[in-house]
């Protein structure tokens, strides 16, 4: 299989041209790596389903790692947690390069998203128990998990939202449902596509719904492009995005600072997230009125 030049590689791996509607730390970091591996085997049999496995697999390395609670396992676990965080953006990257995209590999992803998330913070949970000798060290992991988890979704709704009116990824949904074609297809894939509606579909029900209420009930429908197109918000809900709440989550491992990486978690990026509602809320939907 023929490889475009690196440049127009890259181009062609990523979701959108509009760079503003991705994450920083993605556009500029994690998606230059990412392509990198996704150039070296693009000739090869490599599957992207092959390479979400692979990120899922890094990802519950990490959790064990933090579970072990040495300085060098929690160093480990950081450098782990950064390469799922890698591989998270080749397999997305490797099916758009390949326009081999499969509803198998876009519900497996998700699903591993958010099993990997609740491994990892019930790992360092513990370990905040077992070093506290309190069950209340345990409380900040469990808002760590939601708040990433919510948070993340909000992103993705946001972005996804941005692209299908772009018209450069419509191949996700906004709020996943079951039709009559995913009950005649893939059977896998409709399993999984249960499971991921289980733990995703209030998900974005909610985030629909906060959408709503930010837009207020006097929105003019005609302005819903200038509404999601909006750059300045586009950019802070980048920050909430699963390659910045990771790469935090591996920086403060590096310095085996999990105590301070929860309450970053809760306080810092529960805030940007206020922020980020807040302007959309009382700015945005006010200067569209």
């Known amino acids: 299989m023929k490889r475009p030049g690196p440049a127009e590689f890259f181009r062609q791996s990523l979701k959108s041209n509009s760079y503003f509607a991705d994450e920083l730390i993605n556009i500029y970091l994690l998606r230059p790596i990412a392509a990198v591996f996704v150039w070296l085997v693009y000739p090869t049999n490599i599957t992207p389903n092959q390479v979400t496995l692979l990120a899922i697999v890094l990802g519950c390395c990490s959790a064990v790692m933090y579970l072990v609670g040495t300085t060098v396992a929690t160093i480990i676990a950081g450098v782990f947690i950064m390469l799922k965080d890698i591989f998270d953006d ?3 990257q490797l099916a758009r390069a390949r326009a081999q995209y499969s509803l198998r590999g876009r519900f497996l992803d998700s699903i591993g998203d958010f099993f990997v998330d609740l491994a990892v913070s019930a790992a360092i949970g513990i370990g905040m128990y077992r070093e506290q000798q309190s069950v209340a060290a345990v409380i900040p992991a ?22 299908h009116l772009e018209g450069s990824y419509s191949f996700n949904r906004i709020v ?8 005649r297809g893939d059977p ?14 209030w998900q974005d029900r909610l985030m629909l719904r906060l959408d709503e209420w930010s837009r207020g009930r006097n929105f003019d429908v005609r302005l819903l492009s200038t509404w999601y197109g909006d750059r300045f918000s586009l950019r802070l809900s980048g920050f909430l ?14 310095f085996r600072a999990l105590e301070l990486y929860l309450w970053l978690n809760i306080v810092l990026m529960n805030g940007i997230w206020l922020l980020n509602i807040s302007y ?4 945005l939907a006010k200067n569209l009125r």
């Open 241 to 254: 995005g699963f390659g910045t709440e990771l790469s935090l989550l591996a920086l403060c491992s590096f």
């Open 142 to 163: 469990f808002f760590a998990f939601w708040g990433i988890t919510l948070r993340v979704s909000y992103h993705v709704f946001y972005q996804a939202s941005f692209l």
């Open 176 to 183: 996943e449902e079951v039709t009559d074609e995913d009950k």
């Open 280 to 283: 959309r809320k009382v700015i």
């Open 188 to 201: 896998i894939a409709l399993r999984l596509q249960q499971i991921f509606n289980v733990l995703y579909g």
């Open 90 to 92: 080749a397999d997305g």
